[in-house]
């Protein structure tokens, strides 16, 4: 978990880069519908890293955040 994981979305969402795998993981916000995986997750990612903001999306309900 750091930087280097919104880079990756940002790439995925915005300039076509490789998708994470599985996609779902990639859920920050658990947003879940049509388009699991957008800039809103990005912006979740940016703020649990750099403000203290919420933990990500325990997709898997293991409990550990997963994205
Ligand atoms: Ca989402
Ligand atoms: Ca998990």
Redesign the pocket.
């Known amino acids: 978990m750091d930087i280097d994981d919104p880079v990756f979305l940002i790439n995925y969402i915005f300039l076509f880069g490789p998708a994470p795998n599985p996609l779902l993981k990639a ?3 658990c ?1 879940g519908g049509d388009v ?3 800039i ?2 990005v912006v979740h990612l940016i703020n649990y890293i750099f403000y203290d903001g919420p933990e990500p999306c325990d997709v898997d309900g293991d409990g550990v955040p997963d994205c």
């Open positions: 859920d920050c916000d947003s699991p995986v957008d809103d997750d």
